[in-house]
Structures are given as structure tokens and as C-alpha cells.
């Protein structure tokens, strides 16, 4: 019998309003990394930063949770603007194709999508940096 596999994608927030939290954002994507490492199973992650200098940079694409380096103030560096529906709407495509290309035996039997903004919305959903 095949194991069951979770795939987690996490879109992480790197606009300039970050750096208000940048030390917590670490720290609690971190904790949520060691979570994962320890629930034990088949579990792999991909991990996107986006902002408006680059809307989605995927720093690791369905990799095992084992495999995944801690986040740290060198690799997660705030800046510019928020593109955060651009962000979530390539997320959902790539989620999709990256589970099309795999065989219906390889494919994970549960998929989740976090997300993780600073939280400050303004009209239209969109989010502003902060002050």
C-alpha cells in the first residue's frame, strides 16, 4: 500500500512591508518547516517569494520537507510592491501543472496552498506597504 503524500506550496510575501516582521516571518515559517519535518510521512514543499521586482521566484519546487534549508535574514530579504492575486493565480497554475506531469500513483492525495502577506488590505483586496 502507497503512503500517504501531502504536497504544501507556500507563497511567502516579500514586499517592503515585510521588514516590519521579516524577524517573525522567519521565525514562524521556520517553526511551521520543523513541524512538517518531524509529522513524519511522505511530504514534499515548494516555496515561492514574490513582489514586484520578481512577481514569483520559486526558491524550491516539490522538494522534500527534509530537504528544505530553514529560511534566514540572507534568503529572505523585503522589498518593493505586492503582486499578491498575480502571485496566487500563477501558484494555482503551477500547482496544477506540476500534478498533471506526475502519473496518477505519484500524485499527492492531499495538497495544500499557504499563503502568507503582511495582512494590510486596501481596496480592491490589494496590499499596501506599510507606512
Do not use: C, W
Amino acid at each position: 500500500m502507497r503512503a500517504e503524500y501531502t504536497h504544501t506550496t507556500v507563497l511567502l510575501d516579500r514586499t517592503g512591508s515585510m521588514e516590519l516582521i521579516r524577524d517573525d516571518t522567519i521565525g514562524r515559517f521556520n517553526a511551521f518547516l520543523e513541524e512538517q519535518r518531524e509529522a513524519g510521512g511522505r511530504a514534499t514543499l515548494t516555496v515561492v517569494q514574490f513582489d514586484s521586482q520578481d512577481p514569483y521566484e520559486v526558491l524550491h519546487g516539490m522538494v522534500p520537507v527534509a530537504d528544505i534549508p530553514d529560511l534566514t535574514r540572507e534568503s529572505y530579504v523585503p522589498r518593493a510592491t505586492t503582486p499578491l492575486l498575480d502571485a496566487i493565480g500563477r501558484g494555482i497554475n503551477d500547482l496544477e501543472a506540476s500534478n498533471a506531469a506526475l502519473s496518477p500513483e505519484a500524485r499527492p492525495d492531499r495538497v495544500v496552498m499557504v499563503i502568507i502577506p503582511d495582512g494590510r488590505k486596501t481596496r480592491a483586496g490589494s496590499v499596501s506597504p506599510a507606512p
